[in-house]
């Protein structure tokens, strides 16, 4: 018995592989769901990063001003 790990995308339910050339002419399959695919079409700006940075570490009103100005000048 072999098997053949080939890389394919769901698009409206349908698995669509991505080099059905090495598909054989019939076999059984079993299908693993990696996981949603994310879209990037509304990043965080920088500012909005920072922010959801400062909530996960936790800083104070003071170190997180103190990093927004670090990452300001950066920008310049």
Known sequence: MSYVTLEAEIAHGEVVVKEPGKLPESAHALVTILG??????NPLTPIEALDALQKHL????????DWKAIVHDARR
């Not at 936790?58 to 001003?65: I, R």
């Open 58 to 65: 936790q800083l104070d009103q003071s170190k997180a001003a």
């Open 36 to 41: 949603p695919v994310t879209t990037k079409a």
